[in-house]
């Protein structure tokens, strides 16, 4: 792709400003590459599927697995950075996980929007990853993400409750540890995940 060619529709607003081939400093070759292959994967697998898939309700599960393989869901669970550890997953338009950036996930994110209902499939990843990542034990981290990144289970956090709503600040579930200090025991009401019936984890 020459950078320097308009890319996608030259209707006013229909692309990003860098699809016109105006020099960016924020965007290089790697961007370009990560575009060309999400919206060509978002074309090959997404658009002519929406209507149906709206109509039954849900994404196929088949859909997620495929996802997987083709180097998405890595870069949905970690966002504008993704660690090291995992840079043995694949990542779609070939796109070194030590490169990876915000603008990345821009680019990434502004393409697969193009699939309308595909976005609902990665709601419980890009909220239930994190928090692994950041907050969970190594042990932990081992046991759970790489069954996540393969597509195998999904992940979702269930935040509503009946009380507060969605409103974090006033949760009260609680996860207090054990007497023996082996376990925690988790006390309290959720009302909703919309994610539910696809989630292995929550």
């Known amino acids: 792709m020459d950078p320097g060619k308009q890319f996608g529709s030259a209707l006013p607003w229909a692309e990003p ?7 960016s400093p924020y965007y290089n070759e790697s961007h370009f590459r ?3 292959a999400v919206r060509k994967w978002t074309e090959e697998n997404v658009m002519d599927k929406t209507d149906e898939w709206r109509e039954a309700g849900k994404v196929p599960d088949e859909v997620y697995l495929k996802c997987a393989r083709d180097g998405l869901l890595l ?6 950075s993704i660690p090291e550890e995992f840079a043995h997953y694949p990542i779609i338009g070939g796109i070194k ?3 990876w950036n915000g603008f990345h996930d821009f680019v990434l994110w502004d393409e697969l929007y193009r699939g309308g209902s595909i976005s609902s499939v990665f709601v419980g990843l890009t909220v239930g990853a994190p928090p692994i990542r950041q907050f ?3 042990w932990l981290q081992k046991k759970i993400l790489p069954e996540i990144l393969s597509g195998q289970k999904r992940i979702c956090l269930a935040v509503t409750e009946p009380s507060c709503g969605s409103d974090v600040r ?7 540890k054990s007497a023996c200090g082996k376990y ?7 009302k909703i995940s919309f994610a ?3 989630i292995s984890s929550c």
């Not at 870069?75 to 504008?80: L, T």
């Not at 925690?184 to 959720?190: S, T």
């Open 75 to 80: 870069p949905i669970a970690f966002g504008k």
């Open 136 to 138: 969970a034990s190594p």
């Open 34 to 36: 990560l575009r060309d």
């Open 17 to 23: 400003a860098w699809y016109s081939g105006r020099p």
């Open 196 to 198: 539910e019936p696809q």
């Open 97 to 99: 996980a030590s490169e």
């Open 184 to 190: 925690y025991i988790v006390n309290g009401e959720k």
């Open 170 to 176: 006033n949760l009260t579930t609680k996860a207090d």
